[in-house]
């Protein structure tokens, strides 16, 4: 079950977009929808964010070449199958996806973007995606954004979408976005796709700078397993449709409009971890007095990847010694271990080099048997943060994936 986590209710339709979904069959029971189409005013800007793996997946390649060319009119989203590690074919068939859709709304081939999630190294099954593609248009509708957040899912037990409001000028600007994922999740992108639209308008240069900014802030803060997938991607399109000025960054509205974005991307990025394959613990590692970001990062990597602080997690156990450990191994030059402290929600549980002289088993059993866990590193080296979002490890975890392609 998904930790504190629900269906998405009250989202908002964005003016200038509109999405269709249907059953193409290609996920394995054949009933489920698993073929999205999502379409974009004309003189829409987007930008994008995409998976750092090396082995990217066909629609990653295609879609990056699209966006590089021009502003896109649609977006071609499939399920069940992620179209990765296929070879020539598979780019034939990502390009053939985005041919198919321009024929049937009227654009141009390289103004769709296509997106694909699922099982690695399998064939697309055009046939099926070819007769789905033909259903769609008549299906698109402004306010289907709970249904598409259904139809990107995999392992994900519960959608996953939200959206915010503010006014700029006069004009009330809306955000709302998607994402998927639940496995095979770490930064550089998280396994996750995720789609978010406004209407207010935006620069550009500046809309892909404030994308890179909220990612940084949220999906590139997460981490459930340690994976990072061929697929991930993460679109921000602006419309433009809402009457507001231009957005650039240079305005009090721009920094507005920034932490909207941050607050639906943070959202959309916990969400992901909320519903973690197999999670009954959402975890946030906090590092401070940090030398650097990136070191403070560093530490908080450590703990939320290790196996060992994870099962701990996982079965409530207060095995403090596996969080120091972990802080220890992190690999930072010079640090003073004298200076650290640790805690386990409010409860100290190491300081001064060992365990803090206050701490008893059952402050910490109490914090671990949370279904909401903070873990807070302080390093005591300089002024600098970075917080993680993390799951615990459960029999469920390795059942889900020991059976993915079963």
């Known amino acids: 079950m998904p930790v504190g986590l629900s269906q998405p209710e009250n989202l908002l339709s964005v003016k200038g977009v509109q999405l269709a979904t249907v059953a193409a069959g290609i996920k394995k029971n054949g009933q489920e929808h698993d073929l999205v189409l999502i379409t974009f005013e004309p003189d829409t800007v987007c930008a994008g964010v995409f998976t750092r793996n090396a082995f990217c997946a066909a629609p990653v390649t295609v879609a990056k070449n699209h966006l590089a060319q021009t502003s896109p009119r649609a977006l071609l989203i499939n399920s069940g199958n992620a179209n990765a590690g296929t070879g020539a074919r598979g780019l034939r068939d990502a390009e053939q996806g985005c ?3 321009a024929s049937a709304i009227g654009c141009a081939d390289d103004e769709v973007l296509p997106f694909s999630t ?178 403070a990062k560093q530490v908080a990597y450590t703990i939320a990847h290790s196996p060992l602080v994870k099962t701990a997690l996982y079965a409530s156990d207060p095995n403090w010694g596996r969080i120091l450990a972990a802080a220890g191994r992190a690999g930072l030059d010079g640090l003073d271990i004298n200076n650290v402290s640790i805690y386990l929600g409010d409860v100290c549980i190491v300081s001064k080099g060992g365990r803090d002289p206050a701490y008893e088993e059952a402050l910490g059993q109490a914090v671990m048997s949370q279904d909401e866990i903070s873990i807070r590193v302080v390093l005591n080296r300089g002024n600098e943060q970075a917080t993680v979002w993390t799951t615990d490890l459960s029999y469920d975890y390795v059942k889900i994936n020991a059976e993915y392609r079963s």
């Open 99 to 101: 041919v198919l859709v």
């Open 118 to 295: 699922g099982v690695i190294g399998e064939d697309l099954p055009m046939d099926k995606i070819e007769s789905g593609i033909k259903k769609l248009p008549a299906g698109l509708e402004e306010d289907a954004w709970a249904q598409a957040a259904t139809a990107i899912m995999t392992t994900d037990t519960v959608a996953k979408a939200c959206s915010r409001s503010l006014r700029i000028d006069n004009a009330e600007v809306t955000i709302t976005g998607i994402a998927k994922g639940s496995g095979m999740i770490r930064p550089d992108m998280a396994t996750m796709l995720a789609f978010i639209a406004t209407d207010a308008t935006v620069n550009r240069e500046w809309l892909q700078q404030c994308l890179e900014t909220a990612v940084n802030l949220s999906f590139n803060n997460i981490t459930v397993d340690g994976d990072t997938s061929t697929n991930d991607a993460c679109i921000l399109a602006a419309t433009g449709t809402s009457g507001s000025h231009m957005l650039d960054g240079s305005c009090d509205s721009s920094v507005e409009f920034q932490k909207a974005v941050n607050e639906v991307l943070i959202q959309l990025a916990q969400a992901i971890v909320r519903d973690g394959e197999g999670a009954t613990k959402f975890v946030t590692v906090h590092v401070e007095s940090a030398v650097n970001v990136a070191e």
